[in-house]
C-alpha cells in the first residue's frame, strides 16, 4: 500500500518537473506601451492634436552586439479631433484610410540611429461629428546595434497620408492628403528600453 502511495507521489513530482521545463521554454519577448500626444498639421484646418497610444507586444527582451533584433509588431491608436471629423463631413467623406510613417530613434552607447516604421490604416468610417479613432498596424524594424549596455527606442515625428473616401468607396476630391506630425514638447518620448551584450 505504501509502495503504490511512494510511486503515486513520484510519478506527480516527476510530471510537475517535466511540466516545468516544458513551460520554462524561450522567455517570452516584451511589451510597451505609451501614450503620446502629436500635433499634426492638417490641410484646411491646420494643427490639431491628436492624443495616440503606441504599443507592442513582441519587443526583444535582449540583443547581441552585431545581430538583428526580430521586428517587432506595433499598434497606434490615435483620437481624430472634432475639427477634424467636420472637416471631413463636409467634403462629404464616409471613411478614411491611409498609412503612418513614423521616425523612431534608437539610442544605444552615446550613438542614436533614426529608423521607419510605417503602420497601414484600414479603412475606417467617418462619423457625422464628434471625435474617432484610427488604429494602425504595423512593425518596428530589426535593429543592429553596436554597442554594449542599453538600447532605448524613443517615439519622434511622424506623417500621415490620408484618402477620405465618399460612400462609394472612390476618393473624395481633396485626394490623398500628407499630414506632417510632430511630439507636442514637454512629453516623455522613451519607448522601451533593453539591454544589449
Do not use: H
Not at 462629404?92 to 552607447?109: E, R
Not at 521607419?116 to 467617418?126: D, F, L, R
Not at 554597442?147 to 506623417?159: K, P
Amino acid at each position: 500500500m505504501k509502495t503504490g502511495l511512494f510511486a503515486r507521489a513520484a510519478a506527480c513530482v516527476l510530471a510537475t518537473g517535466a511540466l516545468t521545463v516544458a513551460m520554462a521554454g524561450p522567455s517570452l519577448a516584451a511589451t510597451a506601451s505609451l501614450d503620446i500626444v502629436y500635433s499634426c498639421n492638417f490641410t484646411l484646418i491646420g494643427a490639431q492634436d491628436m492624443p495616440t497610444t503606441v504599443s507592442s507586444a513582441n519587443l526583444p527582451d535582449s540583443a547581441t552586439v552585431g545581430v538583428p533584433t526580430a521586428a517587432s509588431d506595433t499598434t497606434v491608436t490615435s483620437t481624430v479631433s472634432e475639427s477634424a471629423t467636420g472637416t471631413l463631413a463636409w467634403i462629404g467623406a464616409k471613411s478614411v484610410d491611409g498609412t503612418m510613417t513614423s521616425n523612431v530613434p534608437v539610442t544605444n552607447g552615446g550613438a542614436t540611429q533614426t529608423l521607419t516604421s510605417v503602420s497601414t490604416i484600414p479603412n475606417t468610417p467617418v462619423p457625422a461629428s464628434g471625435t474617432f479613432d484610427v488604429t494602425a498596424t504595423g512593425t518596428f524594424p530589426a535593429m543592429t546595434l553596436a554597442n554594449a549596455g542599453t538600447a532605448t527606442i524613443s517615439l519622434g515625428s511622424a506623417e500621415l497620408k490620408l484618402t477620405p473616401r465618399y460612400a462609394n468607396g472612390d476618393p473624395t476630391w481633396l485626394g490623398t492628403i500628407t499630414v506632417p506630425c510632430t511630439v507636442k514638447a514637454g512629453q516623455n518620448t522613451q519607448f522601451y528600453s533593453f539591454p544589449v551584450a
